[in-house]
């Protein structure tokens, strides 16, 4: 989880930043953006380079102080796991991820791809600021630049956007569905996803 430093450009004070970077959800264009823009970067927050901190790990750290402000960025799991899949060619087709995510024990979706497909609720924060990747990531630009993290001079900068066409989770296996519902219940709740991303 990074943690990011600047001195403010309104007050001239150290403003300190926890990005819960979630991942496969934009999550270097915003750390690059953050850089651009006179952010300084930390990944050492807790002792071990980890750039996908988990809550309880944050917790452990921070038990006894109070942590500065945290934003979050999230995705609709269904898309999350296609583009988890998609990187780097794990899958070749929506029918091929499936059956990779049918086999794979609940335990290793916790741990799979460096953490790249564990709920999006294990990495943030309880008074984190979400936002939705969901929106498009002009919109994640903008909201960054009216809680003043961004200036307005900066420019939105996706980097490693994942190809292929969206699926068409509506007529995925009823089975798959119903893991997917399992795994990322916390997420479908506390992010107020419907069922079913949009197409």
Known sequence: MPELHRKSPHTGKEERLFFCHVPRCAGRSIIKMMEIDGWRVDYDLLGNN????????????????????????????MRRLESAFRENGRASSPNEMFSIFEEMPIEKIYTAFNRRIRPAADFVLDDAEVMKLDAGFPHIHHELIMRGWLSRKSSDLHLGKTDGAPID?????????????????QDFYHFEYKLFPSI
């Open 169 to 185: 989770w509506t007529k995925a296996p009823r089975h798959i569905v119903d893991k997917v519902m399992q795994v990322y219940a």
């Open 50 to 77: 980890q750039r996908h901190a988990t809550y309880f790990e944050l917790r452990l750290k921070y038990k006894e102080t109070k942590e500065p402000r945290s934003f979050a960025i999230v995705r609709h799991p």
